[in-house]
C-alpha cells in the first residue's frame, strides 16, 4: 500500500469536471424558469438546480470508485463549472445575440406589410 493513490484521481477529477459542466447548464436553465415564474414560486427552480447538482456530484464520486471528497475532486467541480460559466456560457450567449440581430428576410418582408 502507497501513501499517495493516483490512479483513480485523474478520472475523478475529469467527472467532477463534467458534473461542472453540467451544474452551470442546469444553473441557467434554472435562470430561465426563475425568470417566467410569478415571485412565490421562484425558489423552486434553485431548489432543483440543488437536488440536481448535488446528484450529478454524488453519481460522479460513486462512478470514480472512491465515494470520498478530496481536494482534487471539489477542484474539477469548480473548475467545470467556472469553465463553462467564462467559456462556454459566453460563447452561447454571444451566439444568441448575433442570432436575434439576424432577421429572415421572410419575416423582413412581413414586418413591412
Known sequence: ??????????RIFLLLLYAGFLSGALYDGARGLRRVLPKFLRFLPDMLWCLLTAA???L????????RVR???????????GIYCL?????GLYLLR??????????????ER
Open 71 to 81: 481536494l482534487y475532486a471539489l477542484l474539477g467541480l469548480c473548475c467545470g463549472a
Open 1 to 10: 500500500m502507497t501513501f499517495f493513490e493516483t490512479v483513480g484521481q485523474a
Open 87 to 91: 467559456g462556454i456560457r459566453r460563447a
Open 60 to 67: 460522479a464520486l460513486a462512478a470514480g470508485g472512491e465515494g
Open 98 to 111: 448575433f442570432l436575434k440581430k439576424q432577421k429572415p428576410k421572410s419575416m423582413e418582408k412581413h414586418a
Open 56 to 58: 450529478a456530484c454524488a
